[in-house]
């Protein structure tokens, strides 16, 4: 299936997507790119019901609905308020917060932008199911509060959260990423983190934390990288570190902190920019539902040429 044109500048953005009939239109190209086929008769024709984002076929009136299966379905806000918004999260490099976006789309209540954008972090979700593979760099660290040295041996403060990092090494620069929260920093959490995000076969580069040990049983080539002094992490596990410092710094930022109820939508939101951080514009179209059930080229866009960052 052929994946339609994406907008490539801003320009180009406000140019294709001035009105809500431009988005609809474009819903409709993104979800029959060979032309409309009715599911249950496959009669091609159709006719559009303007009054919602719903085809009915003319030959046996079945009706179906154009935004079904995306984030869009069922809104009762314009489609082009969606369309902005799904533009500027995935574009904007620092990301964009609730504030911003009520101001952005001249919406009256902050509410309405804040659940846009849940729903948009929600949606970032399934397309990260797959593992990450090779020489991959893992480690963990606390968000919210003061961080505190986990040798320190004692109770864990609740308002604190802990965040495990894995990231590919790529040369000297870093491929894909995947963030978790972990109950706690025991071999169980810590080993089913990695089983979840990290292929089998990997080497994983760790500081050495007995939590990991575990792995060189469950088929993962694990190589500890510092013994003892935590102090170290940063400079053997560089990229990983790099990633929990821009964490950070964007969800105090931007999002003047995050409470740890939320917190585990705001690193799938990290995570699928990072990961789509060389092809910003084409992750405005996954997001939205309307690149097809495939990633075509994501990965293959985000590696090319790829030698930092
Ligand atoms: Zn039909």
Same mark, same amino acid.
């Given at each position: 299936m052929a994946r339609p044109d994406f907008p490539r500048t801003a320009s180009e953005f406000q140019d294709w997507f001035s009105t809500d009939e431009a988005c609809y239109r474009y819903l409709i190209e993104s979800r029959w790119p060979d032309g409309f086929?009715?599911?249950?008769?496959?009669?091609?024709?159709?006719?559009? %019901?303007? *009054?919602?984002?719903?085809?009915?076929?003319?030959?046996?009136?079945?009706?179906?609905?154009?935004?079904?299966?995306?984030?869009?379905?069922?809104?009762?806000?314009?489609?082009?308020?969606?369309?902005?918004?799904?533009?500027?999260?995935?574009?904007?490099?620092p990301g964009i917060s609730a504030v911003q976006l009520q101001? !952005? %789309?001249? %919406?009256?209540?902050?509410?309405?932008?804040?659940?846009?954008? !849940?729903?948009?972090?929600?949606?970032?979700?399934?397309?990260?199911?797959?593992?990450?593979?090779?020489?991959? #760099?893992?480690?963990e660290t606390y968000i919210g509060g003061l961080e505190r040295g986990r040798h320190g041996g004692r109770q864990r403060d609740s308002s604190k959260e802990i965040v495990v990092g894995a990231v590919e090494v790529r040369g000297r620069g870093s491929g894909r990423?995947?963030?978790?929260?972990?109950?706690? %920093?025991s071999g169980d959490c810590l080993t089913? &983190?990695? #089983?979840?995000?990290?292929?089998?076969? *990997?080497?994983?580069?760790?500081?050495?934390?007995?939590?990991?040990?575990?792995?060189?049983?469950?088929?993962y080539d694990h190589r500890p990288v510092t013994q003892g002094d935590a102090k170290n992490a940063a400079k053997f596990l560089p990229r990983v570190h790099r990633v929990f410092a821009n964490l950070k710094t964007w969800l105090s930022g931007t999002h003047h902190?995050?409470?740890?109820?939320?917190?585990?939508?705001?690193? $799938?939101?990290?995570?699928?920019? &990072? $990961?789509?951080?060389?092809?910003?514009?084409?992750? &405005? !179209?996954?997001?939205?539902?309307?690149?097809? !059930?495939? #990633?075509?080229?994501?990965?293959?866009?985000?590696?090319?040429?790829?030698?930092n960052g």
């Open positions: 086929v009715c599911p249950r008769c496959q009669h091609r024709r159709a006719y559009d %019901l303007l *009054s919602r984002p719903v085809m009915k076929c003319r030959s046996c009136g079945y009706q179906v609905s154009v935004t079904a299966g995306t984030v869009l379905h069922r809104t009762r806000l314009p489609l082009l308020q969606w369309f902005l918004a799904a533009y500027l999260m995935t574009t904007y490099t101001r !952005q %789309l001249g %919406l009256k209540r902050y509410e309405t932008a804040w659940t846009m954008l !849940q729903k948009l972090r929600r949606a970032m979700v399934r397309p990260e199911r797959d593992r990450i593979v090779g020489m991959v #760099e893992v480690d990423i995947r963030l978790g929260v972990v109950e706690e %920093l089913r &983190f990695v #089983e979840e995000v990290v292929a089998t076969g *990997s080497v994983v580069l760790t500081d050495g934390w007995k939590g990991y040990l575990p792995l060189e049983k469950k088929g902190g995050v409470g740890s109820k939320h917190l585990p939508h705001y690193l $799938n939101e990290y995570v699928y920019r &990072f $990961n789509r951080r060389r092809t910003p514009m084409a992750a &405005f !179209q996954t997001l939205l539902g309307l690149a097809g !059930q495939r #990633e075509p080229t994501t990965y293959h866009m985000l590696y090319d040429g790829e030698s």
